[in-house]
């Protein structure tokens, strides 16, 4: 089956190249030539799952969860679990019909087809696991080289370790949950009370790794760009968010200490069986609740309608293999729905991407991120003194002149911390790693470092100035924050700033750092 596979995608590629011999591209002229084979390879993809219903699939690859351990890369097996599950939600073929009282599981067989099929899933997910893999290398350099071969491993460590679930969003807010990208087996329900007086809901979900699924939390409350009423509804809710807070709402966590076999169900596979008339009465339910709880945190004219509408939009939600979203929410079986709490988890997040927009809007995103960021240095020992607290998102001036503002402060010791913050979402173009928004970020990066660099050392030989006075400390350090560790050749950007901090770094680099010196 790997010969077959191998034949396919060397086939493929002299197609597409109209080459039989190999043949060196850079990045940027290679990458279509990629998109093209990727495309391929999901075709072949998609003839296989049609063969059976997106549920049946799920059935199988629940029970399988683990198989793509193929390196030593953390990230390799739920990316890998996610893009088969994407894959087979596409399937066309219908799911079985469920009575609405019956079992709380069901079975498929496991012959010999059954395996075969499973096995080229497998392979073929493996091809397109590798096929992403080049085509994001390729969008980082022109042509490999040992320079680019060590910012790629530089790169690939930093994504590995220091993920901020809300990099997509171009924010860095600490939702007090253990949550990461990494981590997709996520799940996310609504607790029975509020955080503190807050006016949000406050989220269950789970990091457990496999075999089993449980329950952690998130408190929503603390993306505040959602409650910013000086940006446009559409942009801060955005369909199917109202509907994905719905479905969490359902007081899920009593129904599974009642309903026997209901829990043991979720607890494995991440999924439950429940029918169509408790699922829509649940749902109206919970939607009642939204519109007259939790201080409106969520705006009534952004509801669905009914429950009949919220199943709509959780059907609605778009899946894609690249990047890999998971699979469906709600697969329909007769009288019977699967919810699957997991694609739920992922759709959550996939949610609170920043969406595309222009003019004031983008300077109301930026400010929240420079206040998460401050936050974050408030939550530790670099909180800064309340004179230079005032100094956050101020100009400094100098000799009558403008220097430029702070978009974060702290202090420590006889040490000063000076901080840029460039609110850029790690969005799907850079996921995918398209060649033009990979060197984009950089570029923005370069000029954002040597900017800065330029600032802290004018500041450091002029301690006082026209509205500052930093004569105290013996040492200014700068630094650039992204809510990602975003792709850097070395050099300036990647030099540590500090002992422990590079002059570029992730929000989540950020409050490690400071974290060191409790």
């Known amino acids: 089956m790997k010969r077959e596979l191998a034949q ?25 030539h990629l998109e093209r084979l990727r495309l391929r390879l999901e075709a072949e993809a998609l003839n296989l799952v049609n063969k059976r219903s997106a549920f049946e699939w799920l059935w199988y690859l629940r029970r399988l969860r683990g198989q793509f351990n193929w390196n030593a890369l953390r990230t390799t097996d739920p990316y890998c679990q996610a893009l088969a599950e994407a894959l087979c939600s596409m399937s066309t073929k219908p799911g079985p019909k469920l009575p609405a009282v019956g079992p709380s599981n069901t079975a498929f067989p496991v012959g010999n087809d059954d395996i075969r099929d499973l096995l080229r899933l497998s392979e073929i997910v493996g091809l397109l696991y590798e096929t992403h893999g080049t085509a994001r290398y390729a969008g980082k350099g022109s042509v490999p080289t040992p320079e680019l071969k060590r ?9 590995d370790d220091s993920q901020n679930v809300l990099a997509h969003a171009g924010l860095a807010a600490d939702l007090d949950a253990e949550i990461t990208e990494t981590n997709i087996f996520s799940v996310f329900l609504l607790a029975t009370g509020q ?3 807050s006016v949000a809901p406050r989220w269950n979900g789970t990091t457990d790794a496999p075999p089993g699924f449980g329950f952690g939390s998130v408190d929503l409350s603390k993306i505040d760009i959602l409650t910013n009423n000086q940006l446009p509804l559409d942009l801060r809710w955005s369909n199917p968010l109202p509907a994905l807070l719905v479905l969490a709402l359902v007081p ?28 829509l009465d649940a749902l109206g339910n919970s939607l009642e609740l939204m519109r007259h709880s939790y201080g409106g945190f969520v705006p009534k004219e952004v509801l669905p309608v009914d429950a009949e509408a919220v199943v709509e939009d959780l059907h609605g939600i778009e899946v894609t293999a690249y990047p890999p979203t998971g699979g469906n929410i709600l697969h329909e079986l007769g009288e019977m729905f699967v919810v699957d709490l997991n694609a739920a988890s992922r759709a959550l997040l996939r949610c609170l991407d920043r969406p595309v927009f222009d003019g004031a809007a983008v300077n109301e995103w930026s400010d929240t991120f420079e206040l998460h960021v401050q936050e974050i240095i408030d939550g530790s020992e670099w909180r800064p003194a309340a004179h230079l607290a005032a100094l956050r ?7 009558g002149t403008d220097l430029t503002d702070i978009d974060a402060i702290g202090d420590c010791g006889d040490v000063l911390l000076l901080v840029s913050c460039k609110s850029r979402p790690y969005n799907r173009a850079y996921d995918r790693g398209e060649y033009g928004e990979v060197r984009n970020v950089r570029t923005l990066a370069e000029g954002a470092v040597a900017f800065w660099q330029e600032f802290v050392e004018k500041v450091e030989t002029n301690r006082v100035g026209d509205n500052y006075d930093f004569s105290m400390f013996e040492r200014i350090v700068g630094v650039v924050v992204f809510p990602f560790a975003p792709f850097l050749l070395e050099g300036p950007c990647t030099a540590e700033t500090t002992v422990g901090l590079r002059w570029v770094a992730s929000s989540n680099e950020l409050r490690e750092w400071c974290a060191s010196f409790a």
């Not at 910012?151 to 994504?159: E, Q």
């Open 195 to 197: 955080s503190g007086t």
């Open 252 to 279: 899920l966590q009593p129904w599974f200490a009642s309903v026997r076999g209901v829990s043991d169900v979720f607890k494995r596979y991440g999924y439950f069986y429940v029918s169509r008339e408790i699922l």
């Open 8 to 32: 396919v995608r060397t086939r493929a590629l002299e197609e597409l190249l109209a080459v039989s011999n190999p043949v060196v591209l850079s990045g940027e002229d290679a990458q279509p």
């Open 393 to 399: 998102g101020r100009h400094l001036r100098l000799g």
């Open 151 to 159: 910012a790629v491993k530089l790169y690939d460590s930093r994504h």
